[in-house]
């Protein structure tokens, strides 16, 4: 996965994932729970099998297991995976926390 290690933008984070109730599954809760420690922002999006956005995760992104993370970076660029995915987590979580440039975080106080 390539993830930039300094961005001017934070990325817009997207978490597909099923809807089990009070849980997500094991492996959305995993990303849910460092998301929510570091206070990044993200959208989560509930699938139902067969409808609009569970079509699109398996048939347009080719996506079997969930979570699906999309990641969209400065400059018109996205990155996606699906599942469990310790590594980039830990590295989306560091780019948001620490790797915007000093400019943005000097706007957004």
Known sequence: MD???TTHVLPTI???GPHD???DGPNCDKAIQIFDGKGIAYTKVD???????HRHVTEKL???QTPVI???LEG???VHWGGH????????GGLCAEGVASDHKEASR
């Open 62 to 64: 080719g996506y079997q």
């Open 14 to 16: 997207t978490i597909d």
């Open 3 to 5: 993830l930039p290690r």
């Open 76 to 78: 018109q660029r996205t």
């Open 21 to 23: 109730g009070p849980h």
């Open 47 to 53: 699938l139902e099998p067969g409808d609009e956005n």
């Open 85 to 92: 995915r310790m590594d980039v987590l830990m590295a989306l």
């Open 70 to 72: 999309t990641v969209k």
